[in-house]
């Protein structure tokens, strides 16, 4: 059986190899850390 990895890019055509949930929680952590409060709100599109 062949593996995959998914990697992720953002509109601005960065790729990223980390889980989406590892590269939110680290952006959580970060913003946190600055002293930026946060709203966070999740969708997606079908």
Same mark, same amino acid.
């Given at each position: 059986? !062949?593996?995959t990895s998914n990697?992720?890019?953002n509109f601005s055509r %960065?790729?990223?190899e980390?889980? $989406?949930p590892a590269l $939110?929680?680290?952006v959580i952590i970060? !913003? %946190?850390k600055d @002293?930026? @409060?946060l709203k966070i709100c999740? @969708? /997606?599109? /079908?």
């Open positions: 059986m !062949e593996s990697k992720w890019r %960065q790729v990223f980390e889980p $989406i $939110i929680e680290n970060k !913003e %946190q @002293g930026h @409060g999740a @969708g /997606s599109d /079908s």
